[in-house]
């Protein structure tokens, strides 16, 4: 939804590229959102993930994190390495996203975690659970945070929520390895657990976690710039973003970072997203009783799909959206003035 000519923004910036160099893994998670797996093939060439941190960075005075997810990330071998070691040179910090599969061999986990810190690395996140153990033991995902932890890389690792006829998290907190993660603090590792999100039907509810906050601001719009393996530009990472094709904003074969970016700050819906959260956009137009269908108790980015799936909703945002827009505006603006006065010169 752009308007142009009402909308009348300084210029600001992503904090965050995310490159997802490939949904190619070597798990195959069942409810996994990009349906992920070992047989797939697609994947940005180093010259256009190095290229793409560049241009990033030229553009972006406000850039200050590369974060490498996939798809797993690590299955990209060298190339993954030398992508760091360029954001690093460029003085960004860098974050990779892993299953941690490569902890299975104690040899193999020792040698990727000494290069991933040569490479400059900062921080890895490991995801990890009962889907996720199916494919990635618990043994190697505590191999490979350990050995990445001693190695002076922070540590964070994602469990997700249990179900009724699983204690993964258990399993994973009766460990030494992990009592002896948790006991370097917070500034060297820490953990969460997640909601595990539903995208076919062979989901079990497994409830909400404490850490998901289903329904609040969207925090990711305007903040991340995401690169995906077919050179798609995406305006969020978010689990459903492949779900919701307004959230491609471009191409790395046609508009490019720079204008993709500049383009959705033009874009109303997503700066409403971005103020009032997918929730709080339902709950606008429906005069605060939308149908309970509407809203995920699970996750935003779930709500956020269905927002933008149901043909009913949008056509009541597209009758509603101008009662709306000078209160969004003048929030989202008077957010940006804050943003751009707290941020270090
Ligand atoms: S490990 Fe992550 S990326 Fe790989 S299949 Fe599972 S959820 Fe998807
Ligand atoms: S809420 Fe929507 S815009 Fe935000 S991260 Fe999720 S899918 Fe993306």
Request: proline share 4%; hydrophobic share 35%; with cysteine.
């Amino acid at each position: 939804m752009a308007n142009s000519t009402q909308i009348s923004i300084e210029k600001q910036g992503p904090a965050t590229l995310t490159i997802l160099p490939t949904y190619r893994c070597t798990a195959a998670c069942e409810q996994c959102c990009f349906g992920s797996n070992p047989d797939i093939r697609e994947r940005l060439t180093l010259e256009e993930i190095v290229d793409s941190i560049k241009t990033a960075h030229r553009n972006f005075s406000s850039l200050r994190h590369v974060v490498f997810s996939g798809g797993e990330c690590v299955m990209i071998g060298d190339d993954l390495f030398e992508s760091i070691r360029v954001a690093t040179e460029l003085g960004l910090g860098t974050r990779i996203v892993s299953n941690g599969y490569w902890g299975a061999s104690k040899n193999k986990s020792a040698i990727t975690a000494k290069r991933l810190r040569e490479s400059g690395l900062k921080e890895i996140n490991i995801s990890t659970g009962r889907d996720h153990a199916k494919f990635v033991s618990i043994d190697a995902v505590l191999n490979a945070m350990t050995d990445a932890v001693s190695q002076g890389i922070f540590g964070f690792l994602t469990v997700e929520k249990d179900a009724e006829d699983s204690a993964v998290f258990n399993e994973i907190t009766a460990d030494p390895r992990f009592a002896a993660l948790n006991a370097l603090g917070e500034s060297r590792f820490r953990y969460q657990i997640n909601t595990w999100m539903k995208f076919n039907e062979q989901h079990k509810d497994r409830g909400t976690s404490a850490s998901t906050k289903p329904n609040s601001p969207c925090s990711q719009l305007f903040s991340n710039l995401v690169v995906t393996p077919h050179k798609n530009i995406s305006a969020c990472c978010g689990l459903t973003h492949e779900h919701i094709p307004e959230m491609r904003i471009g191409s790395l074969d046609t508009n490019g970072l720079a204008a993709a970016y500049e383009a959705q700050t033009k874009d109303f819906m997503k700066i409403w997203i971005h103020v009032d959260g997918p929730d709080g956009i339902i709950k606008k137009v429906y005069g605060g009783n939308p149908p309970p269908e509407l809203i995920s108790n699970d996750h935003m980015c779930d709500t956020c799909a269905r927002l933008h799936k149901c043909d009913q909703t949008r056509s009541l945002v597209r009758e509603r959206y101008q009662e709306f827009y000078p209160d969004v505006m003048f929030r989202y603006e008077m957010k940006n003035l804050l943003d751009r006065i707290s941020q270090p010169n």
